[in-house]
Structure formats: C-alpha cells, structure tokens
Nanobody, 117 residues
Framework: QVQLVESGGGLVQAGGSLRLSCAASGRVASINTMGWYRQAPGKQRELVATITIGGTTNYADSVKGRFTISRDNAKNTVYLQMNSLKPEDTAVYYC???????????WGQGTQVTVSS
C-alpha cells in the first residue's frame, strides 16, 4: 500500500503562482511514476503532469510552459510549481503514484486550487 498526502492548494488571482506538494509513504520503493491530475466541476479527471523515477516528465499541452513537475526521491515527494495561473486551472488536484510491477494506481485525497479572474 502507498499513502499520498497533498498540500499547497488555495485561492489565487489569475497570473499568480502556487506550489503543490505530495508526500508518499508506505511501500514507496515500489513507486515508479508520480504525477498530478485535476478534475474541474462537471468534467472528467485529466492528466496535468507526470514524472518517472528517472526524471522523465510529461505535461498536458494546456500547462506546458507554465507548470513544472519535480520530484525528490530521497523525500518521496513530488511537487507541482504552477505559474501564470488561469481561471481555467481551477480544479481539485490529485496526486498519483503508479507502482511496479503491477501498475496499480494510488491517489491522494485531492487539494482545491481556485484561480479568480
């Protein structure tokens, strides 16, 4: 089992910045990819960014150039630096961890990000 705890959400004006953190505990040695997904009201959950244990990153087109995902393997923590935030970034952001060899996914409880115009 892997437990994920997110922090760092909140309310920010358009153009502002927020940094999300997600700390993993439990069977952390089995984690390969970690990432962030988001779900806005009435919409499906969508990928924001992922990062492998080796540091390979992947971003949704809508956040490229504005968001940066990073990972501290020693602390079992993944971060999402969000700059130039837009109202359409408003959503609940969920941390995700995918483990090997099963490819099971674990999810955090979610943290609300609200961007006002």
């Amino acid at each position: 089992q892997v437990q994920l705890v997110e922090s760092g959400g909140g309310l920010v004006q358009a153009g502002g910045s927020l940094r999300l953190s997600c700390a993993a505990s439990g069977r952390v040695a089995s984690i390969n990819t970690m990432g962030w997904y988001r779900q806005a009201p009435g919409k499906q959950r969508e990928l924001v960014a992922t990062i492998t244990i080796g540091g390979t990153t992947n971003y949704a087109d809508s956040v490229k150039g504005r968001f940066t995902i990073s990972r501290d393997n020693a602390k079992n923590t993944v971060y999402l630096q969000m700059n130039s935030l837009k109202p359409e970034d408003t959503a609940v952001y969920y941390c995700n961890a995918r483990v090997v060899p099963t490819s099971w996914n674990y999810w955090g409880q979610g943290t609300q990000v609200t961007v006002s115009s």
